[in-house]
């Protein structure tokens, strides 16, 4: 054997026994990653401390509740990685959507991973494909959850959600389900959250929920960073230079914590992850901005931060959800019981089937469910708002809310109480509602929802046919779900239980998109909410069939 052979074959010989004595993924980590920007250099839980134990956490289920840029994505890359260069299995690495999403992925993680990395490099074989990485006998798949065949049953050892809260929330319990048949040992689910019972957080809740703790420097207590008891703002004005300031303290002994040596204070001997709840299956970890050592999260940072949230709801969330971690709902953002209470109080004792007034209008909205189509009929008199806004100028009065199971007992509801329009949910069922509609020409529509459209309008499909229409799902949920902030509804004092769940359901997100935009989004998660959009189609129907007649007088339309 040459001297050249022997040195190659000595080098894969050491470096064999190596991947073989790494029994960790924290291990691995440390001896094949490199990093780029703002830690440069071989991975290190120095600047990352609180990453290390949900690294080697082995439960089935790990959930990683956390706010924005702390280091969990790589937590997820290095699980990945591990599970295929060390355990020789595959992995599912699921991402909101295939596009952008996986192609980001590729470009901003996976690539610069390998970059950066000569094991990496050497590790995979074939990397060309945007959603199939090979490394020998094991893959990394990567998957947007927005289609459901993009989450069909795949044979790999480790299922990864990476932004959860981002994604088809039906689509993730589907991923779940197909997985339970495969050889899956492990699950990681990590995101920013959102809202209350919605994504990330239904998983939180039904974990361990630890929190990082560390020993104070000053009084030796174990203590954790929390907002507002830890972060000192020092001026009332963001603009302000003596903002600068700003600074942590323990929340014991209220000594200055100096960002400066948080190295030292957070290092691994000084830190450990201490449970809320014991008797879990499942671990959860949350983590703060407050810990973080970039320089773009410092104290001075989050004091402004903290104060611009007062600015609006967007600002709100955003600090709550990127910069805490938290679940957050803005005021407003949802129907609540108090909402419902008051419009079931201002009814003056009616029922469902009242008789309605002659000179209204009365309009049907159905949503489709899984087993059943969910109706709410509503008449329409006008107020005295000096308003050309349609829905603005009308009241409306809940007369039926119930569900039933075929389309032709719609035909019933359309003629008993002489409704004058009808919008229907298009989807799933787009022949039955077809049928519907030609049955009542001119009388019914079949929406579709596009939440690209951001004006609330009525709109015809292109090239469709005459019955269907497109609407901006959120503008018009926040005219149909505003009526009980605006005191422009009455529900009757039989209204069911479901009814009033359903419309609690939807909770308006506020955030800002990838350019820094502020938009806005109702989220139900897997919570039914059928008998909100059934409210919402009516509100769209109630703007169809008054436009026929938008030159009359309202008080005077004939039935």
Not at 232 to 249: A, F, G, Q, V
Not at 475 to 489: A, C, E, H, Y
């Amino acid at each position: 054997m040459n001297n050249g052979l022997k040195k190659l074959f000595v080098k894969r010989l050491v470096g064999g026994l190596e991947r073989q004595s790494i029994t960790k993924c924290s291990e691995w980590s440390v001896h094949y990653r490199m990093m780029g920007q703002p830690f440069p250099g071989a991975y290190s839980y120095d600047h990352h401390p609180w990453c290390k134990e949900m690294t080697d956490c082995e439960a089935e289920t790990t959930v990683g509740m956390k706010a924005a840029q702390m280091g969990y994505s790589e937590v997820a890359l290095n699980k990945a990685f591990y599970t295929i260069d060390i355990l020789k299995a595959s992995v599912l690495y699921v991402l909101p959507a295939s596009t952008p999403d996986a192609s980001d992925f590729s470009s901003s993680r996976f690539d610069p991973a390998l970059e950066m990395s000569p094991h990496l490099r050497n590790m995979f074989s074939e990397v060309k494909n945007v959603g199939l990485k090979r490394a020998g006998n094991a893959s990394l798949y990567i998957r947007g959850s927005r289609s459901r065949s993009q989450v069909k049953s795949i044979p790999a050892s480790q299922l990864i959600f990476d932004e959860l809260d981002e994604m088809n929330q039906d689509n993730v319990v589907l991923a779940r389900e197909r997985s339970s048949g495969q050889n899956i040992m492990q699950e990681l689910m990590i995101s920013t959250p959102r809202v209350e019972n919605i994504g990330i957080d239904l998983y939180w809740q039904q974990s361990t929920q630890e929190a990082f703790f560390f020993k104070c420097p000053h009084c030796s207590r174990l203590v954790q960073l929390t907002y507002p008891k830890c972060l000192i703002i020092t001026s009332d004005d963001p603009l302000n230079p003596k903002i600068e300031d700003s600074h942590l303290i323990c929340p014991e002994c209220k000594n200055i914590l100096d960002n400066n040596t948080k190295p030292e204070w957070l290092g691994l001997s000084n830190t450990q992850w201490v449970p809320e709840r014991t008797n879990r299956n499942i671990r959860g970890f949350r983590v703060n901005q407050l810990y973080s050592m970039a320089q773009a999260s410092r104290p001075a940072v989050l004091a402004m931060k903290a104060l611009r949230s007062s600015n609006g709801p967007t600002e709100e969330q955003e600090f709550h959800n990127s910069n805490l971690g938290l679940c957050h709902t803005v005021e407003g953002a949802r129907v609540t019981d108090e909402n419902l209470q008051d419009a079931i109080k201002r009814s003056t004792g009616y029922s469902k089937f009242s008789e309605s007034q002659h000179n209204s209008w009365k309009a049907m909205g159905v949503d489709v469910g899984p087993k059943f189509l969910h109706v709410e009929i509503t008449e329409y008199k006008a107020n005295s708002k000096k308003t050309v806004d349609i829905n603005l100028s009308m009241d409306a009065k809940v007369l039926f809310e119930g569900k039933v199971e075929q389309f032709e007992e719609l035909d019933r509801l359309m003629l008993a109480f002489r409704i004058m329009m009808c919008v229907v949910d298009a989807q799933p069922e787009k022949r039955k509602a077809m049928e519907f509609a030609q049955r009542f020409y001119g009388r019914v529509r079949i929406c579709f929802y596009a939440d690209t459209i951001n004006i609330r309008d009525v709109g015809n499909l292109p090239d469709k046919d005459d019955f269907s229409i497109v609407v901006g799902r959120t503008v018009w949920m926040d005219t149909s779900l505003g009526r009980f902030k605006q005191k422009s509804i009455r529900l009757p004092i039989d209204t069911s239980f479901e009814y009033r769940e359903q419309m609690k359901a939807p909770v308006r997100s506020y955030e800002l998109d990838k350019h820094g935009n502020a938009i806005g989004r109702y989220l139900s998660g897997n919570q039914a909410d059928h008998f909100a959009h059934a409210r919402n189609y009516n509100e769209i129907a109630l703007a169809l069939g008054m436009s026929k007649a938008k030159s009359q007088n309202v008080e005077n339309l004939p039935i």
